[in-house]
């Protein structure tokens, strides 16, 4: 009898061990799993970007607030990329633009006259780009293809055209239009001042030697896409 009472006393301390050992067991795991949850946050945080110079994404070193892991991003965004291809995918990433100014705006140009540089208006990127245009410069003019700058001296007369210019930074392309057109002489865009040009009717007496229209008033005639100048 003493042995059987004996043995049950020692099941019932070896199940409370056993008990004990458990829930030491499963304190130590709520404790791990809690570590690595603040280390992920802690990790995310530090991948939080700051500040950054430009909306576009940065080709090199680390932005502001990222890690070597996850080094790219914009200031368009709270977001580290990992890959430069990742950061430009993210259209709030790649907000430059290109413009030509008003200089090219309705412009003319006369053969063996050199032109004035025209220069494209870039924001929100900086760096050397890369650009082409499309179609092909008159004769005599020629695009820059790390500024986009147009310059030179046309040589023959050029239909009004406009072109398109592709303009590519870090990955990224956007486009930009110029128009104009190579005459022989201004003087061929000269609107009458008096009497009535000729295939004109006294209603719409004014007209230029460029223009298949007539034109009410002078200063509508002059102010005429294809008489302006």
Do not use: H
Not at 57 to 69: D, M, Q, R, Y
Not at 98 to 110: E, R
Not at 197 to 206: E, K, Q, V
């Amino acid at each position: 009898m003493n042995q059987i009472k004996t043995i049950l006393a020692l099941s019932v301390i070896l199940g409370f061990l056993t008990c004990q050992q458990t829930e030491k067991k499963d304190d130590t795991t709520a404790i791990v799993g809690l570590l690595a949850l603040q280390s992920q946050q802690k990790s995310a945080t530090a991948a939080t970007p700051t500040s950054t110079t430009t909306s576009s994404c940065n080709t090199s070193g680390v932005s502001a607030g990222c890690t070597s892991s996850a080094p790219f991003s914009c200031s368009a965004v709270n977001i580290c990329y990992a890959s430069l291809s990742t950061c430009q995918a993210n259209t709030s990433c790649s907000g430059f633009a290109i413009s030509y100014t008003s200089q090219a705006s309705n412009a003319y140009f006369v053969t063996n006259t050199a032109i004035t540089t025209i220069t494209p208006s870039i924001s929100g990127t900086t760096g050397t780009g890369a650009f082409t245009i499309s179609p092909s410069l008159p004769a005599g003019l020629t695009i820059s293809s790390t500024t986009g700058e147009i310059s030179g001296t046309p040589t023959a007369i050029a239909a009004r055209t406009t072109y398109t210019v592709n303009a590519t930074f870090g990955g990224i392309t956007k486009t930009g239009t110029v128009s104009f057109q190579i005459v022989s002489s201004l003087s061929t865009f000269t609107c009458n001042t008096t009497g009535t040009a000729a295939g004109c009717t006294g209603t719409s007496p004014f007209s230029c030697s460029n223009s298949l229209t007539c034109y009410s008033t002078y200063s509508s005639c002059v102010s005429a896409l294809s008489c302006g100048y």
